[in-house]
């Protein structure tokens, strides 16, 4: 146990956050999304877990480390609900809820369709997969910069 660490963060979650650069991509999944085959082909090779919790739980706990890319619009992104691309299933509106209160703000995340969201997992650092049992609880983010102290 760690102060000031949200204890959500296991120790190979944490490990993942600090090694992780500017830009790169963390995916972080329900279930049912194809995790461990898919986290094979990630940079770290292996898949992280974080099963006890739902994503909107694992995504507030990763937000309280994590800054997200504030030079791109693809910061963070959502698997898109097949034949219905603009749908915003609870799972997923739970999330955007954690990602703006983190950046204290609304800021929308993207819509990747599904098999496109597949191919970007393939090329990820890294796949978590939580204990999400709803349908398309699956996310994009991508990591920012924290400045210099003025």
Same mark, same amino acid.
Not at 31 to 46: C, E, L, M
Not at 122 to 144: H, P
């Given at each position: 146990? #760690?102060?000031?660490? $949200?204890?959500? #963060?296991? +120790?190979? %979650?944490?490990?993942?956050?600090?090694?992780?650069?500017?830009?790169? &991509?963390?995916? %972080? *999944?329900?279930?049912?999304?194809?995790?461990?085959? &898919?986290?094979? +082909?990630? &940079?770290?090779?292996?898949?992280?877990?974080?099963?006890? #919790?739902?994503?909107?739980? *694992?995504?507030? @706990?990763?937000?309280? %480390?994590?800054?997200?890319?504030?030079?791109? $619009? $693809?910061? @963070?992104?959502?698997? !898109?609900? &097949?034949?219905?691309?603009?749908?915003?299933?609870?799972?997923? @509106? !739970?999330?955007?809820?954690?990602?703006?209160?983190? !950046?204290?703000? *609304?800021?929308?995340?993207?819509?990747?369709?599904?098999?496109?969201?597949? $191919?970007? *997992?393939?090329?990820?650092? @890294?796949?978590?997969?939580?204990?999400?049992?709803?349908?398309?609880?699956?996310?994009?983010?991508?990591?920012? %910069?924290?400045?210099? !102290? +003025?």
């Amino acid at each position: 146990m #760690l102060k000031g660490i $949200d204890n959500r #963060l296991n +120790a190979e %979650v944490l490990a993942c956050l600090r090694a992780m650069g500017h830009g790169d &991509v963390l995916i %972080v *999944a329900d279930t049912n999304f194809p995790s461990d085959s &898919v986290a094979r +082909a990630t &940079v770290t090779g292996r898949l992280l877990r974080m099963e006890n #919790l739902t994503c909107a739980e *694992a995504i507030n @706990a990763i937000l309280s %480390v994590l800054p997200l890319d504030t030079f791109v $619009d $693809d910061f @963070a992104g959502r698997m !898109e609900v &097949v034949g219905k691309p603009d749908e915003i299933p609870t799972v997923q @509106a !739970e999330v955007q809820a954690e990602i703006d209160r983190a !950046e204290g703000r *609304a800021r929308k995340m993207v819509s990747i369709e599904r098999f496109a969201f597949y $191919d970007m *997992a393939r090329k990820s650092y @890294a796949v978590i997969q939580t204990g999400e049992r709803r349908f398309y609880g699956c996310f994009m983010l991508r990591k920012g %910069v924290i400045p210099p !102290e +003025a």
